[in-house]
Every structure is written in C-alpha cells, then in structure tokens.
T-cell receptor
Framework: QKEVEQDPGPLSVPEGAIVSLNCTYSNSAFQYFMWYRQYSRKGPELLMYTYSSGNKEDGRFTAQVDKSSKYISLFIRDSQPSDSATYLCAMSAMGSASKIIFGSGTRLSIRP | GAVVSQHPSRVICKSGTSVKIECRSLDFQATTMFWYRQFPKQSLMLMATSNEGSKATYEQGVEKDKFLINHASLTLSTLTVTSAHPEDSSFYIC???????????FGPGTRLTVL
C-alpha cells in the first residue's frame, strides 16, 4: 500500500465549476500537508500548505485536512481554464529532516 | 517566495556519456537540497537528499555511483548522471529548503533525453 493515494484522473470540468481533489494517506506521523500545481514540463509550484485539521482558504482555493480520517482535499471555486494542470498532494512529518511524500497527481482540465 | 533555478532546462546526450545538472538557490541559503525524478504522467520520486558539506543520502534503489550528487555550497547542488542510458531519460527536479522551515522550493526541472 502506498503511503499517499491520489486518483490520477484525468478530471475534466466546465469553466466555473467547483473542483474537488482528494488524497488519502496511511502514515499517522504526517503533520504537514501541501498541494502543488504542476504545469506540463515545469517544476511543481506550492499552492497551499497547512499543519492542522480543518479548512484553510486562499482566494479561490480551499485546503481541507481531516487527520482522523487521514483524508485531505483541495477545492477550487470558479475554476478557470488556466487552472488546467496536474495537482499533487504532498505530506511530511514535522522536522527539517523529514521527506516529502507525493501523491501520484491528478490531471485536471477546465473546459472553456 | 524563494527562487530555485536549474541548468540546463533540457539536455540531449548520447548513451554512455555523463551529464551534469545544476541546482541553485538564488535568494536564500539552502542547507538541504533534494533531487527528484519524474517519469511521464507519474509523481515525483525522491532520489536523494543532500546537506551542504556532507555526503548525500540516497533512497533505496537509487545507485549512488551512477547518480553523483555534490552539495559544495549553501546555494549550489549538482547531480551528475554517469554513463547515461536511455532508461535514464526523465524529468529531474531539485528542491531546496533553508534551515528555518518545512517548506521546499522547487526548481523548474531538467528534461534529460538519452539517445
């Protein structure tokens, strides 16, 4: 079993829709949760990060963490064609020596 | 935010040759740098972790004699793919972290094609 599971998609939605991306994990030591966006042939770009359970909002993006269920989500409101990319969840235990473990990424396409 | 650069962005080489990829942190000192490999439509797989001035720690299954990592300064790490083979063709991405936080800043990646 992988430490981090993510549906690879692809996921295609119309412009303006709300997008929900999800990951589950098995390691209860993970305390730091991140979402990265990666455009084709580019390095990943950090979108959001959070340490705690609950919701964190940044503009059209909301990250949600449920540690009791080992489940994290990223919601994108009012999706735009420019949001089309691969979204990777990632997580690590606390501490500077901790490795980041990535999900496999979900390919998202926003149709105009 | 912090900026990490990689050079070259794309390289094509012949089988059997060696290729060096540079990773630089431009506006902060990176006490730790990470090297990842990403195959098409797959996630990032950590290859090794390097701390400035010490030997790199390689992940299981990564050959340290094939993928030479040098972290000679707080702003530069290099990855050398030795005796490259076509199966080494991949997207290589570095990231850097300073001493203060858990966040890693990623470079733009280097696409290696071995003919």
């Amino acid at each position: 079993q992988k430490e981090v599971e993510q549906d690879p998609g692809p996921l295609s939605v119309p412009e303006g829709a709300i997008v929900s991306l999800n990951c589950t994990y098995s390691n209860s030591a993970f305390q730091y949760f991140m979402w990265y966006r990666q455009y084709s042939r580019k390095g990943p770009e950090l979108l959001m990060y959070t340490y705690s359970s609950g919701n964190k909002e940044d503009g059209r993006f909301t990250a949600q963490v449920d540690k009791s269920s080992k489940y994290i989500s990223l919601f994108i409101r009012d999706s735009q064609p420019s949001d089309s990319a691969t979204y990777l969840c990632a997580m690590s235990a606390m501490g500077s020596a901790s490795k980041i473990i990535f999900g496999s990424g979900t390919r998202l396409s926003i149709r105009p | 935010g912090a900026v990490v650069s990689q050079h070259p962005s794309r390289v094509i080489c012949k089988s059997g040759t060696s290729v060096k990829i540079e990773c630089r942190s431009l506006d902060f000192q990176a006490t730790t740098m990470f090297w990842y490999r990403q195959f098409p439509k797959q996630s990032l797989m950590l290859m090794a972790t390097s701390n400035e001035g010490s030997k790199a720690t390689y992940e299981q299954g990564v050959e340290k004699d094939k993928f030479l990592i040098n972290h000679a300064s707080l702003t530069l790490s290099t990855l050398t793919v030795t005796s490259a083979h076509p199966e080494d063709s991949s997207f290589y991405i570095c990231s850097a972290r300073d001493h203060s936080g858990d966040e890693q800043f990623f470079g733009p990646g280097t696409r290696l094609t071995v003919l």
